[in-house]
């Protein structure tokens, strides 16, 4: 399996002329994954070696604006690249409670009407993740509304055996998401191989007898 991570913005607070703001792009067979999404990410992918049309999951971190303000603008020039296909997989994005009804609203409010399907699967925090003060409950944002464009996604609740939340698990790696303590709940995420069986040189072990 070949990986190879691009950092496309490293800035803290608020992009630079010289620096985006926080997002990355694991490349994995022919398929990009982002972390975080800051402001200037689309303009920072124009500039880099990537294709942004191979993205097919989005992990947001935390809430905090400058992992996430830059979503909705790259989901909208996604779709402007993209041509309408009803069989297209749906992009998956991951992040915390909140994140969905934020995309939504985000979307609704600018008539924006993307040709191709996406799902949020949100991370519900504990209470422990933050200073007391700052722990918002968005459990209730949405009620049963089903998202307009997708299947609606899950909602990951921690698995206390294994403290972290399973994401996305296939034959050759593990997704998981943990815990950080931030000003407010932030997650970071875990990517593990698989162990693969090796291959025995026969031949070599009878020398070696």
């Not at 398929?31 to 402001?39: A, H, I």
Request: proline share 9%; aromatic share 8%.
């Amino acid at each position: 399996m070949s990986l190879d991570i691009t950092f496309l913005g490293t800035g803290s607070a608020y992009p630079s002329p010289a620096r985006g703001a926080s997002a990355l792009v694991l490349r994995r067979e022919g398929q990009c994954w982002l972390f975080d999404c800051g402001e200037g990410t689309q303009t920072q992918l124009m500039r880099s070696h990537l294709r942004a049309a191979r993205i097919t999951k989005i992990f947001i971190t935390h809430l905090h604006g400058d992992h996430f303000f830059g979503l909705p603008g790259l989901l909208c020039t996604l779709s402007l690249q993209s041509n309408p296909d009803p069989s297209k997989p749906p992009v998956d994005i991951y992040g915390p409670l909140g994140l969905r009804s934020f995309l939504r609203r985000s979307l609704e409010l600018s008539h924006s009407q993307l040709l191709f399907p996406y799902t949020v699967h949100e991370l519900v925090p504990t209470r422990d993740q933050c200073p007391a003060e700052e722990f918002k409950d968005f459990s209730g944002l949405d009620g049963d509304e089903v998202p307009p464009q997708g299947p609606p996604g899950r909602v990951l609740h921690l698995d206390p055996g294994e403290d972290s939340y399973l994401l996305v698990e296939d034959e050759q790696l593990v997704v998981r998401a943990f815990r950080l303590f931030h000003r407010i709940p932030s997650f970071g995420f875990v990517l593990e191989e698989k162990p693969r069986p090796g291959r025995l040189n026969v031949q070599k072990l009878k020398e070696l007898g």
